[in-house]
């Protein structure tokens, strides 16, 4: 299974990017999807998922500025971030997690930096 992220990269506040997560060898549709921060010195923290039914959920911090998506056919889930700040400035995880009977399958990507100057 293999998640690749891109998209990140440095912009200034107030401005807007466009993250994309390519997934291969899973069955896409089934999975629920996410994206994750990190920034320094701190947690990694849930941004924004989308469940294999298209239900989305937000951390407080993003709603109103970031949208997250999914494409099937593509196998891909995207994350459209709006009003950057400062303090979102992080590298974006990509997450995909499964969950049938009592297996559960959770795979991430190698992340993409965000950085956004004031």
């Known amino acids: 299974v293999q998640l690749v992220e891109s998209g990140g990269g440095l912009v200034q506040a107030g401005g807007s990017l466009t993250l994309s997560c390519a997934a291969s060898?899973?069955?896409?549709?089934?999975?629920?999807m996410g994206w994750y921060r990190q920034a320094p010195g701190k947690q990694r923290e849930l941004v924004a998922d989308?469940?294999?039914?298209?239900?989305?959920n937000y951390a407080d911090s993003v709603k109103g500025r970031f949208t997250i998506s999914r494409d099937n056919s593509k196998n891909t889930v995207y994350l459209h971030v709006n009003d950057l700040k400062p303090e979102d400035t992080a590298v974006y995880y990509c997450?995909?997690?499964?969950?049938?009977?009592?297996?559960?399958?959770?795979?991430w990507g190698q992340g993409t930096q965000v950085t956004v100057s004031s």
């Open positions: 997450n995909a997690r499964y969950t049938r009977n009592i297996r559960a399958y959770n795979y």
């Open positions: 060898e899973l069955t896409f549709s089934i999975y629920d």
């Open positions: 989308i469940t294999s039914g298209g239900s989305s």
